[in-house]
């Protein structure tokens, strides 16, 4: 990591986990990295740790987390370990696929989020290879990933599939 970042102490588990997160980044084959572990125990962190390292070292990375007000706590962390601030793409998954719903042409402005947002999904995600929308990341970084629904995964999957 950068020697401007904060010296953060990892426990032997979060540097086993770190170890697998810079292997898996390491890899060129592999597509999919899944950290798992219980609350508070610095999944997230060492998630935007590695956001922030590929960023810095010239990868354009995207980090998504399903919850909105999150993303301004995230910010605030991420000047608090390395004073450059966020280097990277932050996103809620609501506003990527969103941003995915327009660029498709699918949402409509009289449309209502909590009234046609599922229904938009599931017409992007029906004719998906019809739009060529995609995604220019090299990583993507999904924060609690256990709160998408299905549809939405498979959307990040199908436009994001040239990123890791």
């Known amino acids: 990591m950068s020697k401007k970042e904060k010296n953060i102490v990892l426990t032997p588990h979060q540097q086993k986990a770190f170890d697998k997160i810079v292997d898996f980044i390491r890899s060129k084959d592999a597509k999919v990295f899944i950290l798992k572990g219980y609350a508070g125990t610095g999944k997230t962190i060492m998630l935007l740790r590695a956001a922030n390292y590929l960023s810095q070292n010239g990868h354009k990375c995207l980090f998504m987390t399903y919850n ?40 409509k402005r009289s449309y209502d989020v909590a009234r046609d947002f599922d229904y938009a999904v599931a017409a992007l995600l029906q004719t998906k290879n019809s739009h060529p929308v995609s995604i220019d990341y090299d990583y993507v970084f999904v924060d609690e990933a256990q709160d998408w629904k299905y549809e939405e995964a498979q959307l990040l999957c199908h436009f994001c599939a040239n990123s890791q």
Not at 74 to 82: E, P, Q, V, Y
Not at 89 to 101: K, R, V
């Open 68 to 107: 909105t007000a999150l993303i301004a706590d995230l910010k605030r962390t991420m000047n608090i370990l390395d004073p450059r601030g966020v280097s990277f793409d932050m996103e809620s998954m609501h506003s990527f696929l969103m941003g995915l719903l327009s660029k498709a042409g699918i949402w």
